[in-house]
């Protein structure tokens, strides 16, 4: 990395005639008509001010202060030759990126034919130093394992898009420290020096926390037995919803049966009572297949209860062993029950 003292093309030219030409290029912001004509004149003073005193910082090997100075400038007017000082400290101390990118907005910058000679002749400066510099940047890309657990960039302490992850990224020659963050999962870090061009690739592996959830591939071996009993509880509300009619309907079932035999002596029936009998029979006959319905749902939700007890140790009350032989505390313990006409659970909690 260069020394931010160091000397620069157009910034070691000898003070004298440095200084003469920053005043002729800031002096070309109060010609540009055309540029300027909405610019307050306050702005544009001060904006030539600050530029000055960045020019004559940066002559003096201090463009850590002179950058400051020139972004207060381009805020307040926008001059290609204050942007190109900008991008031109920049790269003197290293921030290759940054400071190729600000000379690419002088480059790109389309320009007026009447524009301040001193304009054009900053777009040629800023076309030198980016042909220059541009090379010089590393291009660093970053793997991360395992993938899918939403990782967190942070390179040199700053937060950096996770869309880098896999992808070559500009970085500035150097040093460089990188860290992966993922919840579930301890922190990766590692150091990495970058030539000028170098083209590198740093692979991290993240590590789960002791007693961390289990990745989701882990969960679906789990998922049935929790989707049985739930069938199973359903099949015994059933099958109880449907002995309990069989109960009733057999009540008035045997209701009607006794109203006919008194009024039906002998077994002979007038034609008036057909209707009853009618009644009696369709009664009858519902409540013979709401019991055998009942029931047999009952028994196939007390089958489907049984068996995933038997196959998970969480409903069935079992007390699994944890990290270091610690003992997980009880769980409920869930039973059920049918009887004629009825059906349930108990539990224990």
């Known amino acids: 990395m260069r020394s931010a ?23 070309a912001l109060t010609s540009a008509h ?6 307050p004149a306050e702005n544009k003073a001060a904006a030539r001010n600050l530029a000055l005193q960045g020019v004559q910082l940066a002559e003096q090997g201090s463009c850590e202060e002179a950058i400051p100075l020139f972004m207060r400038a381009e805020a307040l007017f926008h001059a290609p030759t204050i942007l190109a000082s900008l991008g031109e400290c920049q790269v003197r101390l290293g921030r290759l990126v940054e400071g190729t990118e600000t000379l ?12 301040p000679d001193a304009f054009f002749d900053a777009q040629r400066r800023a076309r030198a ?19 899918g657990v939403g990782p967190r960039l942070h390179i040199d302490g700053s937060p950096v898009s996770a869309a880098f992850i896999g992808a070559p990224r500009p970085t500035d020659p150097g040093a460089h420290l990188v860290e992966v963050f993922a919840e579930g999962h301890q922190a990766t870090r590692a150091e990495i020096h970058l030539a000028e061009g170098a083209r590198e690739t740093l692979r991290l592996t993240l ?31 059933l099958g109880g919803a449907l002995l309990t009619a069989g109960a009733i309907t057999g009540v008035l079932a045997l209701g009607k049966e006794k109203d006919l035999q008194q009024r039906c002596p002998g077994g002979r029936c007038p034609p008036g009572e057909r209707e009853t009998l009618d009644e009696a029979h369709t009664l009858a006959t519902t409540a013979s297949f709401a019991t055998i319905g009942g029931a047999a749902f009952g028994l ?13 140790p969480e409903a069935s009350g079992a007390q699994p062993s944890h990290a270091g032989g610690a003992t997980a505390p009880p769980v409920g313990r869930v039973v059920p029950w049918l009887g004629w006409g009825a059906a349930g659970v108990t539990g224990t909690f």
């Open 5 to 27: 003292r160091s000397s620069s093309p157009v910034f070691a030219r000898s003070r004298p005639r440095r200084l003469g030409a920053a005043l002729l290029a800031l002096g």
């Open 34 to 39: 055309d540029l300027l004509a909405d610019t």
């Open 104 to 115: 690419r907005r002088v480059v790109r910058e389309k320009l007026p034919p009447d524009a």
């Open 129 to 147: 130093l980016l042909e220059e510099h541009e090379p010089r940047i590393a291009q660093l890309t970053i793997d991360v394992e395992p993938a």
């Open 207 to 237: 590590s789960p926390l002791p007693n961390s959830t289990p990745p989701p591939s882990d969960l679906p071996e789990r998922s049935a037995p929790s989707t049985q009993r739930f069938l199973g509880y359903v099949s015994v509300g």
């Open 300 to 312: 196939t939700g007390l089958v489907l209860l049984l068996t995933a007890a038997a196959e998970d």
